[in-house]
């Protein structure tokens, strides 16, 4: 009877709690309060004491954990994504950890109390500190003897909102002591997606069904909490220890992250729906598999350094939590900064679990994105030594392919030196590569640049006693080479000049042999004979009759600048110029450039039109010494010297070879570590030129020598006035006839007169006093090479003290005293050389 009156005051108790319970539901509300309210504990009804653990993860153990294995209670593993249409799969670093967090707690909004709708922040993982403003409450009253043992239902009040703001309270009352109490929650209060499943007459605690919504800030931090066995008269606040209902998904860099834009994830196959019992720890009834998906557009900001988020705080995915079904995946839209492009990463999760109440945080590595570095360098020909400019070619890029898009993309490349064959490296170019691109910005299509080099340096030739006794030899300081000491007084004078040593010198402007023994020798320009073939007075560069030695102290003759015509050897004869009382030619030549050669130096008017010029012959032959005797055919003696005029010896000029190794690498953009570089070498070659001995060479009746030849048609190297280097003949030109192809000859030292017999007029002109005597024959060339002595003209090539030999001079090199080519007719030994 006991056993039915309980039963009685049970189903009675139940109905006015029924009751109460309709009388006391509360609609949904959101607060904005930051406290974690506790309940008043005063006994006349039920209060909660309401708290969320704060495990999970944090700034704390985020730099704790490597890839693989389990540190800090984190359980970490790699997930390899699906292959792309390159082959080549995304990497997944998933790391699972208990609970929820967030990096520093902060900056989350609550719901408030009289809130409908979730804020943009909802996905952000809920903790103590930012516990919801509201919760859905359920209670279940079950005698005092018994355990909850799931049989009771949840009628004492279901689907109750309680408020922080109101201290948790639920306005109900304590049953008393005959009663145990269980109760269930949820929060948010009405959370979206939330459907009951159950209700106030289904036994067991309470049943819900929750959808995820497919925003990922529209998602919530779904908590639920359970406490059972109270005694109905606790008059305690109810301790509700909530906990995460889902799984919260996050993603963050990996250690292979490149520089780039993570535009949107997606979540291909999921569960969307599923059932929950408030208290249990697993969800079943699994159904709506879709896709969820969050644009991003987050750049991390420092490449390839791990743990930098992705998603945040507020795009935490908050998902079922599940066995992930087969055909699972992660969908990446990534733009690699390298090439601009978007790419689709993608990796399989099939069969992996997201836990409940579990942080699963995603590390993602874009090293299926490859980046393949082309660098080809094409380098410039071999140098000569003589330097030059060639070209090199760069083509530097890389392909960048992936995530289904391949595209190529400049890559800046730059260079570095090595002249000990790779032993060190400087980023400084040797001098001797005058001009080189030593970087560039890169491209798909080769580049052409220029690389020039310079004239390799001269090696004396050991065996040139020449030059190293014209080195040797005390220089001399404004030497007058007029004058056997140097002094100021005009002695001697001549069209061609010997110099010894370096030193500065000058020559006096006077027409060619005019002075002698320092007064003016009028028979050098004024003929005794007479006749049309003769030249009674010689003429200067205006055609007028020469009636001074001194050039500018004739008519019309006055001397405005000096300068160099040619010269033989580089830098021989150098500041050439006129005297401040313009009355001499003055001209240095160093010590360091000194060698035998030769060089026209020229005295000009206002016009640069050339009134004069004479030969610098540089020799260590001292004149006047080694004279040879030698006796003609016809028996005759004459004294000649022991070489011809602008003679200079053989010589072998060795130019060393040199190169450099030029290193170039690509230099890729911050957080790309790949690279590609290619060495190439940059070659001058040496060189060996045997000169054979050479003398200059002259044109009839003209005092203007010409570059000698090293052999047939190879004309010794000259340069001109500026310096620049030539190989070819100097110029040539038909001068006009008698007076006019004299003056022409003076005026124009370096070009070549191509006339048959140059003035066609004269024969005296290298020797004042030839005319008709002796001869018959009235033919002009017969009468040139009549036997008499020789009177030296100002037309004259030769040096001080010796003049152009006489005719018949060399007829003793034959047997017949004739000109022969037959061997067995010449009277000296036939003399041959080779070239080395």
């Excluded at 697993?282 to 709506?288: L, R």
């Excluded at 890029?397 to 400087?426: C, D, F, I, L, R």
């Excluded at 200079?648 to 570089?677: L, W």
């Excluded at 001080?800 to 080519?821: A, D, N, V």
């Amino acid at each position: 009877m006991r056993r039915k009156i309980f039963i009685s005051i049970d189903k009675a108790l139940n109905a006015v709690l029924m009751s109460l319970l309709t009388a006391g539901m509360v609609g949904v509300a959101v607060s904005c309060s930051d406290d974690l309210g506790e309940g008043n504990g005063n006994g006349t009804s039920i209060d909660f004491s309401v708290s969320v653990p704060d495990n999970g993860y944090n700034s704390k153990t985020r730099s704790s954990f490597g890839q693989t294995g389990k540190l800090m209670g984190l359980t970490v593993s790699n997930v390899k994504g699906a292959t792309s249409d390159e082959g080549k799969p995304l990497y997944l670093h998933t790391i699972i950890t208990d609970g929820f967090g967030t990096d520093d707690g902060q900056n989350v909004t609550e719901l408030s109390d009289d809130s409908t709708t979730v804020p943009g922040t909802r996905a952000t993982p809920v903790t103590s500190a930012t516990m919801y403003s509201n919760a859905t409450a359920f209670a279940s009253a079950y005698p005092k003897d018994k355990s909850w043992d799931g049989t009771d239902n949840p009628g004492y009040f279901f689907d109750l909102q309680i408020s922080k703001s109101n201290g948790w309270n639920t306005n109900q009352p304590w049953p008393g002591a005959q009663w145990k109490m269980a109760f269930f929650a949820y929060a948010p209060h009405h959370c979206p997606g939330v459907s009951l499943t159950t209700n106030t007459n289904s036994p067991g605690a309470p049943t819900f069904r929750y959808t995820v919504p497919n925003d990922a800030k529209q998602q919530t931090d779904l908590l639920t909490a359970s406490v059972t066995n109270l005694a109905g008269n606790s008059k305690m606040a109810a301790p509700l220890r909530f906990r995460h209902a889902l799984t919260a998904v996050r993603f963050e860099t990996g250690d292979a992250m490149r520089p780039g834009t993570v535009k949107s994830i997606t979540f291909k196959g999921v569960y969307g729906t599923a059932v929950h019992r408030i208290g249990e720890a697993t969800w079943s009834g699994y159904t709506n598999v879709r896709n969820f998906s969050q644009t991003l557009n987050v750049s991390p900001s420092v490449p390839n350094v791990a743990g930098q988020p992705i998603t945040p705080k507020e795009g935490t995915f908050m998902m079922i939590p599940q066995k992930l079904p087969v055909g699972a995946s992660i969908e990446v839209k990534y733009v690699d900064k390298l090439s601009g492009a978007e790419r689709t990463l993608t990796a399989s999760i099939a069969n992996t679990t997201w836990g409940m109440g579990k942080t699963v945080t995603y590390r993602i590595s874009t090293s299926s994105i490859a980046v393949a570095p082309t660098l080809i360098v094409t380098p410039p020909a071999n140098y000569t030594y003589q330097g030059g400019t060639k070209p090199y070619k760069v083509t530097s890029y890389a392909t960048v392919a992936g995530g289904g898009v391949t595209k190529t993309v400049p890559v800046a490349w730059t260079t570095e030196y090595s002249t000990n064959g790779g032993t060190t490296w400087s980023k400084t170019k040797p001098s001797w590569l005058t001009a080189f691109t030593g970087g560039g910005q890169g491209g798909t299509t080769e580049t052409s640049y220029n690389a020039t080099v310079a004239r390799q340096t001269l090696i004396p030739d050991p065996k040139d006693t020449h030059t190293v006794a014209l080195r040797n030899a005390t220089a001399k300081t404004n030497w007058n080479l007029s004058n056997a000491s140097g002094a100021n007084a005009v002695q001697n004078t001549a069209n061609c000049y010997i110099i010894n040593a370096s030193g500065t010198y000058r020559l006096p402007l006077v027409y060619g042999n005019a002075v002698k023994n320092g007064t003016a020798n009028t028979s050098a320009y004024t003929s005794s004979k007479t006749g049309t073939i003769v030249l009674k007075t010689f003429i200067n560069h205006l055609g007028k009759d020469i009636t001074n030695p001194y050039i500018y102290n004739n008519a019309s003759c006055t001397p405005a600048n000096a300068t160099l015509v040619w010269q033989d050897a580089k830098n021989l004869v150098s500041n050439v110029k006129l005297s401040a009382d313009k009355h001499f030619i003055t001209f240095s030549v160093e010590r360091a450039s000194i060698r035998q050669g030769n060089a026209v130096v020229a005295v000009r008017d206002a016009a640069n039109n050339v009134m004069w010029s004479w030969q610098i012959w540089v020799t260590d032959y001292k004149l006047g010494t080694g004279l040879k005797t030698l006796t003609n055919y016809q028996g005759n003696k004459r004294v000649i010297m022991s070489q011809p005029i602008g003679w200079c010896s053989g010589t072998k000029d060795s130019y060393a070879a040199r190169k450099v190794m030029i290193r170039f690498r690509q230099s890729p953009p911050s957080g790309y570590n790949y690279t590609k570089e290619q060495t190439i070498t940059l070659n001058q070659l040496g060189n060996t030129i045997t000169y054979i001995g050479n003398n200059t060479l002259y044109q009839w009746g003209r005092k203007d020598p010409f570059p000698g030849a090293l052999g047939v048609g190879d004309t010794k190297y000259w340069y001109d006035a500026t310096g620049k280097k030539h190989s070819e003949n100097l110029p040539t030109e038909e001068f006009s006839l008698g007076n006019a192809c004299i003056t022409s000859c003076i005026k124009k030292p370096g070009v070549y007169c191509t006339n048959e017999s140059m003035d066609k007029q004269y024969v005296n002109l290298w020797n004042v006093n030839r005319d008709f005597s002796g001869v018959k024959n009235s033919s002009v060339e017969l009468k040139m090479w009549v036997d008499i002595p020789v009177v030296k003209t100002i037309y004259d090539p030769s040096p001080i003290g010796f003049s152009l030999p006489r005719h018949l001079t060399f007829t003793g090199f034959s047997t017949t005293g004739k000109e022969t080519y037959n061997p067995s007719e010449f009277h000296t030994t036939v003399l041959s050389y080779k070239s080395v």
